[in-house]
Nanobody, 122 residues
Framework: QVQLVESGGGLVQAGGSLRLSCAASGRTLSSYSMEWFRQAPGKEREFVAALSWSGGSTYYADSVKGRFTISRDDAKNTVYLQMNSLKPEDTAVYYC???????????????WGQGTQVTVSS
């Protein structure tokens, strides 16, 4: 089982940028598709971005398309989420997931980490 630890969150003003990291241990990430989800207060956890195991395909929620970029460094066993032009509605706890097949619903994944808090002030 792969263990994932998210980091890089923080407080940023609207329009700013953050880069989240998801470090894996236990197994190499190279054979997994990697994804980011987020959960805002009082809301369900939602899909943000995904990167296929081959690195050839990326998928984004409409709300972040053009602003967020998912990438991976298999040598470091780490996945990143570069977030630019942040908005107050991006405020949430961000979680990563390692999946055999890309999923779009949080209910389809069971191995969540602690997440990292992102707060965007207006």
């Amino acid at each position: 089982q792969v263990q994932l630890v998210e980091s890089g969150g923080g407080l940023v003003q609207a329009g700013g940028s953050l880069r989240l990291s998801c470090a894996a241990s236990g197994r190499t990430l190279s054979s997994y598709s990697m994804e980011w989800f987020r959960q805002a207060p009082g809301k369900e956890r939602e899909f943000v971005a995904a990167l296929s195991w081959s690195g050839g395909s990326t998928y984004y929620a409409d709300s972040v398309k053009g602003r967020f970029t998912i990438s991976r460094d298999d040598a470091k066993n780490t996945v990143y989420l570069q977030m630019n032009s942040l908005k107050p509605e991006d405020t949430a706890v961000y979680y990563c997931a390692a999946t055999r097949k890309i999923i779009y619903y949080a209910k389809d994944y069971a191995h969540w980490g602690q997440g990292t808090q992102v707060t965007v002030s207006s």
